[in-house]
């Protein structure tokens, strides 16, 4: 089929935010696939999904959903029959191995991931620290950190914080810069776990030169140039070596599998300490 355009319908009785990444996550396994997408969220009245109902009946396509009322999912199963729609919970195959493996039943609770506990707010606090010490401020209170990231630019050291803020790790980044000395307060650093973070020297440079272009700034600085940036990571790796911190390679890696392995780390660290 060569035009692979379709409507995609995700019903939930949260904010919808789970089937949206469970759905893109399967989605990229069909190469060319365009879904339109209809996010109904917060369903959880008979009121409140026949509105939904009738928005897929007026642009037919797949049905994904997330109800733990057992009635409406009966309801929005059957209406979906009735339109020969193909309509699929993708919560019930893991509650229902949950069940059987735990032997009891669940609370069936709409969004009860989206619960305002502990862990919430220790990921609102996170945030909070990691985007008052991105970039190498507030050096002054950079001990509170959980994890501390140091590189040279265009290492990925804010958007690593960022993710692990979002998993509730306190994350501060300090830059390091060419031909300036690393801050005090990171030569002095006690407490936190410190890593490292470098990328190969064509990567670097292919990044700071789109950087570069982006600002409409000239791209032949030394910033960008091949033989600085090596002076650049050589003296990083001496630092991170002195003071015998972990390094990681971002090269070819995505965000989440740096924070993935950073993750490891602290929980390795947090053990020792």
């Not at 339109?83 to 059987?100: F, G, K, Q, S």
């Not at 980044?173 to 690393?182: C, D, E, I, K, T």
């Not at 015998?244 to 300490?273: F, Q, Y």
Request: aromatic share 6%.
């Amino acid at each position: 089929m060569a035009d692979k355009s379709f409507k995609l319908h995700l019903v939930s009785d949260a904010t919808g935010e789970t089937l949206q990444v469970l759905a893109r996550a399967a989605i990229t396994q069909f190469e060319g696939s365009e879904p339109e997408e209809f996010v109904w969220s917060m369903i959880r009245s008979s009121a409140q999904l026949q509105l939904a109902i009738n928005g897929i009946q007026q642009a037919p396509g797949v049905v994904l959903f997330t109800l733990v009322d057992q009635s409406l999912q009966r309801d929005l199963v059957n209406a979906c029959r009735r339109l020969e729609m193909p309509c699929v919970d993708v919560l019930d195959p893991t509650i229902a191995t949950l069940r059987d493996f735990l032997h009891t039943e669940s609370k069936n609770q709409p969004g009860s991931q989206h619960t305002l506990d502990d862990e919430y707010f220790e990921r609102i606090d996170a945030m909070h620290f990691c985007l008052q010490h991105d970039d190498g401020q507030s050096l002054e209170t950079i001990q509170e950190a959980q994890v501390v990231l140091v590189g040279v630019s265009r290492t990925s050291k804010t958007p690593t914080s960022m993710y692990l803020a979002n998993r509730g790790i306190k994350a501060a980044n300090v830059p390091l810069v060419s031909g300036q000395p690393a801050p005090d307060a990171l030569e002095n650093i006690q407490g936190p776990l410190v890593v490292g973070l470098v990328n190969s020297v064509k990567r670097l440079v292919e990044l700071r030169r789109s950087r570069l272009l982006l600002l409409n700034e000239n791209a032949e600085t030394p910033y960008a140039d091949e033989d600085e940036v090596k002076k650049e990571i050589a003296a990083a790796r001496r630092l991170f070596t002195r003071h015998s911190w972990p390094v990681i390679d971002t090269t070819g890696r995505s965000i989440e599998e740096t924070a993935a392995a950073i993750m490891k780390l602290h929980a390795n660290w947090a053990r020792l300490t």
